[in-house]
């Protein structure tokens, strides 16, 4: 057992606990998630997860482990590198467990209480994008998960700082408003910095959005923008392979891929330039039903 009260992380349709003796870890998780009280010793989570020093007896440095139901589900990273890991981790381990949702690979935004749903395969600029629209001055739901009640087909926010590699970082960071956590150089995944949302989109952390449009998004470098629409029947395959647990769900998945292609015009966006995509995206979203 670990001695270190867990702290509990409300980020909309999931809760998170975590628990290390690592202070720079929670230095870090300060940084990224500073609209939060944490609670000591929450009683249920939907992922509880321990950060440990694994063995100080390795010739290439410490390393961390993350700990979750008993097991190591992951390789262990360097020992500065705790935030990353952890939120690396939990989103896999969300990504297995809240079936009750159909979950999007996608990030979110909304506008009042309509929403902006960006499917798309990691690589595609999606984080960034949504990080942008958010600065552009759009509610922040989710760089990561589109939460879908299969019910009434709302969108739930998962309201979590958004990793940024690479040249990201520096064009997000550039942007009036952008706040960002600590560098994390050299990573698996290169350089990573987390994205901050703001306080606003925090507290309407359990607000849900109704789907208004849902955009393909590619960046491409020196791309002129192009967009073209998605017949609903194309939409509905492509949310379902930019899902988490669309096979899982068997039936309910594919049902709730459907009626959400049904509400929603669809269009792919390949573009070139962040601010013309942005551009875009506004006149697309004024012209949704």
Known sequence: MIATPYRLLDVGAARLAVASPIEGFHAHLDRVYPH????????FADARVALLPGSRWRVRGRQVVLWADGQRPFEPYPYDCALPLFEWGSNYLLS???????????GVV?????ALILPAAPGSGKTTLTCALHLAGWRFLSDEFGVVD?????????????PLKNRSIDVIGSRPGAVLGPLFPKTRKGDVSHFVP???SFVARHRRATPALVVFPRFQAGAALQCTPVHRAQAAMRIGLNSFNYQALGPLGFQ???ALAR???????????????????????????
């Open 36 to 43: 939060h009280e944490p609670i000591a010793d929450p009683v």
């Open 96 to 106: 297995q467990r809240l079936n009750a949702y159909l979950l999007l690979h996608a």
């Open 110 to 114: 909304a506008r009042g209480d309509r």
């Open 150 to 162: 299969m019910g009434s087909g709302e969108l739930l926010p998962m309201v979590r700082p958004a």
């Open 198 to 200: 703001d306080r606003d």
């Open 256 to 258: 709730a891929a459907v």
């Open 263 to 289: 509400r929603t015009a669809a269009f792919e966006l390949v573009y070139g330039d962040l601010d013309d995509a942005i551009a875009h995206i506004e006149t697309l979203f004024e012209g949704a039903p």
